[in-house]
Every structure is written in structure tokens, then in C-alpha cells.
């Protein structure tokens, strides 16, 4: 299974239209939206252009201290104009005018690692979770993720909670070791695990989070190794791969013996059609259309 990750924090409808029209034209049949109304009409809608029905959707949300329910904020009194921000930014969330567009920051941190006065800082901002989510489950969302790397215990079972009383076909956990070590990580999904199911859940094993800027073996270390921390676990669940994503991933899984239900792609898979999905005229231009949708096969086809 090949998920496609608009990102969690990913509010900017058109983007994610695009993407899954994309991506969805090149076989991708399951992508990862944030939590929104919004955002899933668009994902919809997208999906419609494609001329598919068999599209599935997995919307996300975070515990607080998860980075992927962050968002960039600058303080302007400290900038000095150096534009490192703007130029690094994977989602050209920063306007030239070193203002946030704060519907496409996902919350990477690129920025604030780049800032050479320490004039960004990454926010928390939360949906409303308990409203939200029975709204995506009635309107044919059938798997819901959570993000748990934040130390708030209560937030994570509050939140965990909410998502399995609306019963979603699949729940997904989305977990890496930034904070963590194998032991806290292996409880927290074998406490959480506890009263689902057995292969109801999917263990989504980011390597390192919104890493995924290269194609190569290194960049998708970790979300192999992270993969097989879970793997040794034995536990009833699903296993797949995020976090540093790319082409290299199944080949690296497969040599390492992980069995994977599936891998999800978010940067590098954003990145390697976004000179096309980025145009004014895109949806004017089938050329432009047709050189995306064939960079996204092949990617597709190197996960399989
Ligand atoms: S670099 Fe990342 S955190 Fe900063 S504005 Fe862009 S998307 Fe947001
Ligand atoms: S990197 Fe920091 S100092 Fe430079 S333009 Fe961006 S916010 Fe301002």
C-alpha cells in the first residue's frame, strides 16, 4: 500500500487538491489529510478529477508536542531580512515579505532551524478534535492517525479515546524516537493497542519526521529501523513506513527482512511533483499534468 501524505498540518486546499488528483491519476489509492471539512471536499474533489471511486482517506491529528500539529510563527522585531527562511522552506509557506502563509506550514521546523536571530518560533494549533473527527467517519473516512510524540499523557488518552469511540475501520499511531527511546515507544503502543482489536491498528513508523528532502538510502535509514523496533515487538498490527520516505525505502525494508503493510511518502513525494503542481496553469495544462502523474508512477512503483 502506497499512502501519500499531504501533511497533517497541510490546510491549503488547492495544494491538496492537486496533489491527489496526482497522485491518484498515478495509482495511489489511500492519502493522508489533516483533519479538516475543508481539506477532505478538496481531497474529494481532487479525486473526482482523477475519475477515481476507490479512493481512501486517512486524516491526522496530533498530541500536544507533537511537531506535526505546530506551526511557524516569526517574530518580526527580530528578523534581519536574511531570507534563509523563505529559501528553505519546503512548502513555500514563507512569503518573500518573510510573512507566513500559515495554511501551508506544516510545521517541519525547517525555518526555525535556519533563523540566525532566533526569530521563529513553532506554535501549537490544535482542531477540534471531538467535533471533527465523527464528521470524517460519517463522511467515509474509514482510518484515523494519531501523532503521540509529546510527553501530555492526558491529551494522548483523551485524544485516543475520541478516536476510537467513532470507530474508525483502522486507527493509526504515528510514532518515532526523537523523544523517546524503543522502550517508551514499544509501551506507549502496546498500552494503546490494548483495546483494539488485533490488526485493527497500523503502526505508522516514522524514522524522522518531514525528513524526507532526498532519494537516497541514508535519508530512509531510520524509518526502516524504527520499522523494525515495532517488527521485533510482535505485536497484532500493521506496520508502515514514514518519516524520511522515498524510492530507496522497500529495497532498504526488504533487505533488512521488514515486513510492511505499507509505506507513506510525504516530502519527497510533495517535492518531485511540485514544479509541476505549483504552476498557475496547471489545471490548463495536460502536459504539465501528464509529467507530474508519471513522476508520481514511478515512485508509486518503487514502493510495490
Ligand atoms: S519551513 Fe516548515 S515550519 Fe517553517 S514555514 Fe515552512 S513548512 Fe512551516
Ligand atoms: S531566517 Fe529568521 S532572520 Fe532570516 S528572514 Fe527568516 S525570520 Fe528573518
Known sequence: ???????????????????????????????DISARKEILESAKEGGKLAGKNDIQYCVSIGIKGDKHITKAKINTSKCIKCANCVRNCPNDAILSSVVIDEKKCIGCGICYEKCPSGAITMEEKDVNYR???PYMVNNGVKYIELHIMGHDKADLA??????????????????????????????RI??????????????QADGIPMSGGNDDFKTTLQAVAMAEVVQNANLPVYIMLSGGTNSKTAELARMCGIDFW???????????????????????????????????????????
Open 158 to 187: 483523551q485524544k485516543w479515546k475520541v478516536i476510537n469511540d467513532c470507530n474508525p475501520e483502522f486507527a493509526s499511531i504515528c510514532i518515532d524516537r526523537e523523544n523517546f527511546g524503543n522502550k517508551e515507544v514499544l509501551e
Open 131 to 133: 467535533e471533527v473527527l
Open 190 to 203: 502496546k498500552d494503546m493497542i490494548s483495546i483494539r482489536k488485533p490488526y485493527t491498528t497500523i503502526i
Open 1 to 31: 500500500m502506497f499512502k501519500l501524505v499531504c501533511g497533517a498540518g497541510n490546510e491549503d486546499c488547492e495544494s491538496v487538491k492537486r496533489l491527489v488528483f496526482v497522485y491518484a491519476c498515478a495509482g495511489c489509492k489511500l492519502f
Open 262 to 304: 505499507g509505506i507513506a511518502i510525504g516530502s519527497w513525494a510533495r517535492k518531485i511533483v511540485k514544479p509541476y503542481v505549483s504552476k498557475e496553469d496547471f489545471w490548463e495544462n495536460k502536459e504539465l499534468q501528464n509529467k507530474a502523474i508519471n513522476i508520481a508512477k514511478e515512485l508509486i512503483e518503487s514502493c510495490g
